[in-house]
């Protein structure tokens, strides 16, 4: 059971990245999936997920609108298009998944989620 997390880079302020989250050994399809992110001296922070029942999404505040999350089924993966980027988004960000759907909610704690990729760099800067 792998994750790998990728696209992320260096990107000025009101540009856009598009985040994969590719799964390895398991259906990705069947699982809830969230994108989370974390800066050094913080805690890691949910950013958004995606239900494997209904497909149905959860935002963190500051990104709804700006962020989309979204299935390939055929590519077994998950996107993180994120647009109007901003400096604040800057953050190591990583893909998880869980078989739990409920993990998926309004908190999407990162203790919900069961495997983890490596993280990606996302830096937005000038």
């Known amino acids: 059971v792998q994750l790998q997390a990728s696209g992320g880079g260096l990107v000025q302020p009101g540009g856009s990245l598009r985040l994969s989250c590719a799964a390895s050994g398991f259906n990705l399809n069947l699982y809830t999936v969230g994108w989370f992110r974390q800066v050094p001296g913080k805690e890691r922070e949910g950013v958004s997920c995606?239900?494997?029942?209904?497909?149905?999404?959860h935002y963190r505040l500051s990104v709804e609108g700006r962020f989309t999350i979204s299935r390939d089924n055929a590519n077994n993966a998950v996107y993180l298009q994120m647009n109007s980027l901003k400096p604040e988004d800057t953050a190591v960000y990583y893909c998880?998944?869980?078989?739990?759907?409920?993990?998926?909610?309004?908190?999407?704690?990162?203790?919900?989620?069961?495997?983890w990729g490596q993280g990606t760099q996302v830096t937005v800067s000038s």
């Open positions: 998880a998944a869980t078989y739990a759907p409920d993990s998926c909610s309004v908190y999407n704690s990162p203790g919900g989620y069961d495997h």
């Open positions: 995606i239900r494997s029942t209904d497909g149905s999404t």
